[in-house]
C-alpha cells in the first residue's frame, strides 16, 4: 500500500511537470535578453546609434556614412563582418562561424522626404528623413548584436546580421540574395516598427502579410493633328482613357472577390496644347496581390489589356514594368512553422497578451524576397504608448519613434537566434538518435 501510494506521488508529480514544462524547453537555458537589453549599457548605446543615423538619414545604396557607423560598431564588439556587400550592405557574423546558421535582417534606408518634427535630433539633411524607423532597425539589430556576442556560449552555431540597403523599392534584398551570403542560412527573421501597436507588443500571421508590388508604364501612341480635325488624327487620349478603365475591369470581373487585389493608375501624361491633339500619351501605375499566382496573373493581364485596348482605337502601346529601376515585389508570406516558433518565442518573452494577430497590409516588403529562398518570417514590433501621444504612420512627415520600443526589438532578435540554433540542435540529435535506435 506504501509503494502503491508513493507510485501514484510520483506519476501526479510527473503529470504536473509535463504541464508546467514549455513547448521550446531550450528556452530556459537562454537568459532574459529583454531585461539585458534594458540595461543602460546596451539602452543608451542603442539610442545613441538611433539618433545618430536619424540624424543623416542615407537613400538606397547610398547608406555611406550608416554603413560605417554600423561596421565601427561591429569592430567595437569584436564582430567580424563581409564588407562591401549590395553596394552600403554589411554582413556580421556572430558565434562558431560553422552552420547551422540563422539571420536577422535590417534594413538602413531613408526616403526622400522634408522631415517636419521639431526635436534635438531632427534630420540635418534637408528633404531627406528616416520616417519608416529604419534607423530604429540598425540600431536594435546592433542592440542585439551586443547581447549575443556577449552570450556566444549560450549558442552553437551562427547568427547573421544582415545589415541591408535599399529596401525602400531598390530591391536591396535581391542584391543581398545575389551576393551569395545567406545561401546556407536556415531561416530568416525581420521585424518592422509599427506605430499603433502598443508599446510592448509585437504582431504577425502565419501566411500572407504584405501584398506583393509591381509598377509599370505605356506609351500609347497614335498621330497627332488639329483638335477640330479628329478624322485626320488617331487619338491616344481617348484609348488610354479606354485602357484605363479596361484595367480595372481585370479587378472588378476577372479576379475572385475574396482575394485582395490593387490595380491603380498614378499617371496620365498627354498633350500640353488644348487644340492638338497629341501623338502619344503616357499612363502608368501599380499593382498589388496577396498571392504570387494572382500577382503574375494580373502583370500577364495589364499588358494584354493594354496591347488590346490600344489597338481597338488603331493605336500602338509599348508596356515596361520598370523591373530596373523598381523590382517586383512578391507578396510577403510567413512561414508556418516559423510562425508557430515565433508566438512561442515572443509569448515566453512578452507575456502571451502581448502577442497579437494583424491584417492583410497592401503595402510590401521586400523581406519577401529573402521567403522565396530561405524560410522566413515577419513581425511587427508595437511602440505606441497613448498615454504620451498617437504616433504617425510610416512615412508621414511627422513620424517618430518611441525609443523604448528598442530593447524589445534588441530582444526579440536575439531570443528568436539563440533559440532557433537550439531548435535546429534539437532536431539534429532527434533524428541521429533515432536512426541509432534504428540499427
Ligand atoms: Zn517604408
Ligand atoms: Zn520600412
Given amino acids: 500500500m506504501a509503494l502503491f501510494s508513493r507510485v501514484n506521488l510520483f506519476i501526479i508529480i510527473f503529470k504536473y511537470l509535463l504541464t508546467i514544462t514549455p513547448i521550446f524547453s531550450y528556452s530556459n537555458e537562454v537568459p532574459n535578453f529583454l531585461d539585458l537589453a534594458k540595461e543602460p549599457q546596451v539602452f543608451e548605446w542603442m539610442v545613441d546609434i538611433r ?121 536591396g534584398a535581391k542584391k543581398i540574395l545575389d551576393a551569395g551570403v545567406l545561401e546556407n542560412v536556415s531561416a530568416i527573421f525581420g521585424l518592422h516598427m509599427h506605430a499603433n501597436l502598443p508599446l510592448g ?75 492638338v491633339i497629341p501623338d502619344s500619351v503616357t499612363i502608368g501605375g501599380t499593382f498589388r496581390a496577396f498571392s504570387k499566382k494572382s500577382f503574375m496573373q494580373m502583370r500577364h493581364r495589364i499588358e494584354q489589356v493594354i496591347i488590346a485596348q490600344a489597338g481597338v482605337y488603331r493605336c500602338n502601346a509599348t508596356v515596361s514594368f520598370l523591373e530596373e529601376e523598381k523590382p517586383l ?32 497590409i497592401m503595402g510590401s516588403e521586400d523581406f519577401a524576397l529573402y521567403q522565396e529562398v530561405v524560410p522566413g518570417y515577419m513581425f511587427f514590433l508595437g511602440m505606441e504608448d497613448i498615454s504620451v501621444e498617437h504616433l504617425a504612420m510610416a512615412h508621414s512627415p511627422y513620424y517618430k519613434v518611441n525609443e523604448d520600443s528598442l530593447p524589445y526589438g534588441a530582444a526579440l532578435h536575439a531570443s528568436l537566434a539563440v533559440n532557433y540554433l537550439a531548435k535546429l540542435h534539437q532536431e539534429v540529435a532527434a533524428v541521429e538518435e533515432k536512426y541509432h535506435d534504428e540499427l
Fill in 329 to 360: 515585389i512578391p507578396p510577403t508570406v510567413n512561414n508556418g512553422d516559423l510562425h508557430d516558433y515565433f508566438q512561442s518565442v515572443a509569448k515566453s518573452l512578452l507575456g502571451a497578451d502581448k502577442v497579437k494577430g494583424v491584417e492583410l
Fill in 201 to 275: 507588443e509585437v504582431a504577425s500571421r502565419s501566411g500572407p502579410l504584405f501584398a506583393g508590388s509591381g509598377f509599370f508604364e505605356a506609351i500609347i501612341s497614335g498621330k497627332g493633328g488639329h483638335a477640330a480635325l479628329p478624322h485626320h488624327s488617331i487619338d491616344p487620349t481617348l484609348a488610354a482613357s479606354n485602357v484605363i478603365l479596361s484595367l480595372q475591369h481585370i479587378i472588378s470581373r476577372e479576379s475572385d472577390p475574396l482575394d485582395p487585389l490593387v490595380l491603380s493608375v498614378t499617371k496620365f501624361q498627354g498633350g500640353a496644347a488644348l487644340n
Fill in 51 to 171: 539618433r545618430k543615423i536619424h540624424e543623416n538619414p542615407e537613400l538606397g545604396y547610398e547608406e555611406f556614412e550608416t554603413s560605417k557607423l554600423i561596421r565601427a560598431k561591429l569592430d567595437e564588439l569584436g564582430i567580424p563582418y563581409k564588407h562591401p556587400v549590395a553596394v552600403t550592405g554589411v554582413i556580421g557574423y556572430i558565434g562558431t562561424g560553422l552552420p547551422p546558421f540563422v539571420a536577422l535582417r535590417a534594413d538602413m534606408d531613408a526616403l526622400l522626404m522634408q522631415e517636419l518634427v521639431e526635436w534635438e535630433h531632427k534630420s540635418k539633411v534637408p528633404g531627406k528623413m528616416h520616417a519608416c524607423g529604419h534607423d530604429a532597425h540598425v540600431s536594435m539589430l546592433l542592440g542585439a548584436a551586443k547581447i549575443l556576442k556577449d552570450h556566444e556560449k549560450y549558442f552553437n552555431g551562427t547568427v547573421v546580421l544582415v545589415f541591408q540597403p535599399a529596401e525602400e523599392g531598390a530591391g
